[in-house]
C-alpha cells in the first residue's frame, strides 16, 4: 500500500494536463485580447483615414461657391462611405455628421464605429468603439485686383482693342462661377490725367458735387496729392484731398472692385484713348482702388478687404506703352519719381505689383521695373499676342495665389 501511494504520489504524467487546464483561460484571453486590439487598431486607422478624406472632400467643394451646404455635406458623406468599403466585414460604422462653417471656412466630420470582441460579452467586451473627428480648411484666399491702364493717345486703334482683349480674358480667368464673391477685379484708366468719375468731388472733398444730374456718368478729372498725404493711400479728407485738374482727362471713368463680370467687360468696352501719359496718377489711383482707408469712397460691395484680412491678397498690374511724361505740381517731382515713391510704399503696403509693357520705350521699362521691385512680376509685350500673354501669365499667378494659405 505504501509503495502503491508512493508511486502515485511520483507519477507526474497528468501535470501538464491539469497545467494546461489552469492556463488555458487566460491564454485563450491574451490571444483574444490581442487580435482584438489590432483589429481595433486597425478600424481606428481606417475611419480616421475616411474622415480625413470626408473632411477634404468637404473643404475642396467648399471652395465652390455655386454649392449648398446640403450639397458640400453629401458629397463629404460620399467620400466617407467610399473610405470605409475596405473595412473588416464585421465592423458596422454610423453616418458620419457633416458640419460646413462658412464663417471659418471649414468643414468638420465626425463618425463612429463598432469592431466585435473574438469572445463576446460572455469573458470580454462585446464590442470596441472608434470614435474620431477630422476638420480641413478650404482655400477661400479672397483677391482684390486692380488693372492701370493706360488710354494715352498712342494707345489709339489696334493697341486698345489688344488692351481690352487682356483685360476682359484677365477678368474671365480671375472671376468663374465658382469664385462667388471671394475675387474682385476694378480698374483706372489715365491718361493726362485721371477721370475719377463720380467718386471725385468725394476724393477733392466736394461730396455735394457727386453725380449732379444722376446719369452716373459726371467726369472729374483729377491730379496728384500733395503735403503729408502725397505718394500714400490715406483717406481722402481736410489736407489730405486729390488735386483738381482742370484740363483734359479720359472720357472712360474707373471702375471700383467688382465680381460681375459683364458689369467689367461694359466698363472696358467704353475705353477711347487720347491725351499724354500721367503714369503717377494710374498708379495712385490703383491703389486708392483696394486701399483699405478708400472704403467709404467706393460703394458699400466696392470696400477693400484690410491689409490684415486673414487669407487675403492685394494687387495691382500696371500698364503703359510709354513713358511718363506728364505731372502737375513742380515741386513734387515729375511723373516717373512719383510713381516710383507710391509703388515702394505700395509694396510696404503688402500689395503685389506686377507690371506689362507694351511697345514701350527704355526708359518706361526701368519706371515698371522698379515699381514691380521683383522682375519676374515685369512683363514685356511686343505685340498684341505677347500683351495677352502678358495678362495670362499674370492671371495664372494670382490665380495659384487664391489657391494656397
Known amino acids: 500500500m505504501r509503495t502503491t501511494c508512493v508511486d502515485f504520489a511520483r507519477n507526474t504524467r497528468g501535470n501538464v494536463a491539469m497545467i494546461f487546464a489552469l492556463i488555458s483561460v487566460p491564454l485563450l484571453l491574451v490571444g483574444a485580447f490581442a487580435i482584438d486590439s489590432s483589429r481595433h487598431l486597425s478600424s481606428n486607422q481606417q475611419l480616421q483615414a475616411a474622415i480625413d478624406a470626408a473632411s477634404l472632400a468637404g473643404a475642396r467643394a467648399l471652395e465652390d461657391a455655386t454649392k449648398t451646404d446640403s450639397e458640400i455635406e453629401a458629397i463629404a458623406q460620399g467620400a466617407y462611405k467610399a473610405n470605409l468599403l475596405g473595412r473588416h466585414g464585421d465592423v458596422t460604422c454610423l453616418d458620419s455628421t457633416v458640419t460646413v462653417n462658412r464663417a471659418t471656412g471649414t468643414v468638420m466630420v465626425q463618425a463612429s464605429c463598432k469592431t466585435p470582441t473574438l469572445l463576446g460579452a460572455g469573458l470580454t467586451r462585446e464590442d470596441m468603439d472608434s470614435v474620431s473627428q477630422s476638420t480641413a480648411r478650404a482655400n477661400l484666399t479672397k483677391l482684390d485686383l486692380a488693372l492701370m491702364l493706360d488710354v494715352s493717345g498712342s494707345m489709339d486703334g489696334q493697341k486698345l482693342t489688344d488692351l481690352k482683349a ?240
Open 166 to 405: 487682356a483685360a476682359k480674358q484677365t477678368a474671365s480667368t480671375l472671376i468663374t462661377p465658382t469664385s462667388g464673391d471671394r475675387v474682385r477685379i476694378s480698374f483706372v484708366s489715365y491718361a493726362a490725367a485721371v477721370n475719377a468719375g463720380v467718386y471725385g468731388n468725394e476724393a477733392q472733398g466736394n461730396p455735394a458735387n457727386d453725380d449732379s444730374d444722376g446719369d452716373g456718368l459726371d467726369k472729374v478729372c483729377v491730379s496728384e496729392r500733395v503735403g503729408t498725404a502725397a505718394w500714400t493711400d490715406d483717406e481722402p479728407q481736410l489736407g489730405k484731398y486729390v488735386g483738381d485738374e482742370a484740363g483734359s482727362c479720359p472720357d472712360s471713368s474707373l471702375l471700383p472692385l467688382t465680381y460681375d463680370l459683364t458689369a467689367f467687360d461694359t466698363a472696358i468696352d467704353s475705353l477711347t484713348a487720347g491725351g499724354m501719359t500721367a503714369g503717377h496718377l494710374g498708379v495712385a489711383w490703383s491703389w486708392y482702388l483696394v486701399a483699405p482707408d478708400w472704403d467709404d469712397v467706393w460703394p458699400t460691395a466696392s470696400a477693400p478687404l484690410s491689409y490684415t484680412e486673414p487669407h487675403s491678397v492685394k494687387a495691382v498690374v500696371l500698364m503703359t506703352d510709354g513713358q511718363f511724361n506728364m505731372s502737375y505740381d513742380p515741386g513734387m517731382g515729375d511723373s516717373n519719381t512719383q510713381a516710383k515713391k507710391m509703388c515702394g510704399k505700395m509694396r510696404d503696403a503688402g500689395v503685389r505689383i506686377y507690371a506689362v509693357a507694351f511697345q514701350a520705350p527704355t526708359s518706361a521699362k526701368n519706371t515698371l521695373k522698379n515699381c514691380t521691385g521683383d522682375d519676374s512680376r515685369f512683363f514685356d509685350a511686343g505685340n498684341g499676342t505677347e500683351l495677352l500673354a502678358a495678362y495670362d501669365a499674370i492671371a495664372s499667378q494670382l490665380s495659384q495665389l487664391t489657391l494656397v494659405n
